[in-house]
């Protein structure tokens, strides 16, 4: 089983930059990705960002591609993700997660969730 642990969210102002990390203990595998998902009031869950054990391939929500960056130090167990130019839309819990990458006609379509943290409120005012 892992856990994670998320931390680093706040209130920012539009055009304002925050880092998220996620620290992950237990039985941590060099096959699992991590990523990050939000989710706004009213609205499901939806991907933002993941990167594999290795750090070598990430993948992007289009709506925050150019803008976030995800990132990983596997000597501490933790992922990051860098958030800059924050919009007003981006105001969401962001929840960490560990899985497995999906694939959909050999395109990365998304990540299978095993394990799951509490979540951090980030909240962009405009």
């Known amino acids: 089983q892992v856990q994670l642990v998320e931390s680093g969210g706040g209130l920012v102002q539009a055009g304002g930059s925050l880092r998220l990390s996620c620290a992950a203990s237990?039985?941590?595998?060099?096959?699992?990705?991590m990523g990050w998902f939000r989710q706004a009031p009213g609205k499901e869950r939806e991907f933002v960002a993941a990167?594999?054990?290795?750090?070598?391939?990430?993948y992007y929500a289009d709506s925050v591609k150019g803008r976030f960056t995800i990132s990983r130090d596997n000597a501490k167990n933790t992922a990051y993700l860098q958030m800059n130019s924050l919009k007003p839309e981006d105001t969401a819990v962001y929840y960490c997660?560990?899985?497995?990458?999906?694939?959909?006609?050999?395109?990365?379509?998304?990540?299978?969730?095993?394990?799951w943290g509490q979540g951090t409120q980030v909240t962009v005012s405009s």
């Open positions: 997660a560990a899985g497995k990458r999906q694939w959909r006609n050999n395109v990365f379509s998304g990540l299978s969730a095993d394990a």
């Open positions: 237990g039985r941590t595998s060099s096959t699992y990705a």
């Open positions: 990167i594999t054990w290795s750090g070598g391939s990430t």
